[in-house]
């Protein structure tokens, strides 16, 4: 049985890492597929992720899942909150009885590095000191650039953080670099960060999750579910 990690955050709220290796058919005699997913990997990577939800609680409700116009799966009721995330032969899921929450898995890959001005303030990349290495060239010289010395790790687990975000707030259209601001951390296996989310001019502290492993990045974020309101 391929879990990968699993965490129980508290007595509410529990997150875990399936690495898939199972036939489709493994998922599908327990989770019920709602929709048509074409691409078979992205349908065996969406059926690890429903599987987690009941994995982390056994009474999850698949039939219940609804999906909002932004994408993002929710339960009418809110008997419980949750996230997903998948990438490669990763799926993760987050789940919680009274958390509003947002999680994202990330292999690493040097593709982060053309994206990197898109998502991160000027004041991050400063703060992160990437605005000094040969990445910064990246906003002059944009898909012609040398990286041999640059590590994904570091800025993939940036993008991971901001991600998690948008799956926490869960309703779309948000500036990354202007709506989500992380403070100076220094990365270790797993830690916890200070970041603002920033919406209509309210500020919502945030503290994020990670964990790393050599080549994956798990990150996560919880809160009570009421602060949303705040800034609809
Ligand atoms: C929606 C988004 C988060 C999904 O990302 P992805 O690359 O498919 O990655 P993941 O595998 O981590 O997440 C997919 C899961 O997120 C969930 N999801 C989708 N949209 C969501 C939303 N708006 N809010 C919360 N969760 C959402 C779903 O559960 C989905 O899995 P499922 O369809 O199997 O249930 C991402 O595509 C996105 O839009 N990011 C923002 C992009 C952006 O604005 N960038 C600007 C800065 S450069």
Request: charged residues 25%.
């Amino acid at each position: 049985m391929p879990l990968f990690y699993q965490q129980d955050i508290n007595e509410s709220t529990r997150l875990g890492i399936w690495k898939i290796e199972e036939p489709e058919q493994f998922f599908l005699d327990i989770v019920p597929l709602q929709r048509s997913i074409t691409h078979p990997h992205k349908r065996l990577q969406h059926l690890a992720g429903r599987f987690l939800l009941k994995h982390l609680f056994d009474d999850f409700p698949y039939r219940e899942i609804q999906i909002a116009s932004t994408r993002k799966p929710f339960l009418p009721d809110e008997q419980y909150h949750f996230s997903i995330s998948h990438c490669g032969d990763y799926a993760a899921a987050i789940v919680s009885k009274n958390e509003r929450v947002g999680i994202d898995i990330e292999i690493p890959t040097e593709k982060v590095f053309r994206i990197l001005h898109k998502f991160l303030h000027k004041e991050e990349l400063m703060q992160f000191q990437l605005a000094s290495s040969q990445v910064v060239l990246l906003d002059e010289q944009l898909g012609d650039f040398e990286l041999e010395d640059a590590d994904p790790a570091f800025p993939t687990l940036l993008w991971s953080i901001k991600e998690s975000i948008f799956k926490w707030w869960g309703w779309g259209e948000v500036d990354f670099s202007d709506a989500m601001r992380l403070s100076y951390f220094e990365a270790q296996e797993q830690g916890a960060l200070s970041a603002m989310f920033i919406k209509n001019e309210i500020e919502i502290p945030l503290t994020v999750q990670y964990h790393r492993w050599e080549n994956l990045i798990l990150t996560w974020t919880a809160t009570a579910p009421d602060v949303i309101k705040r800034v609809d």
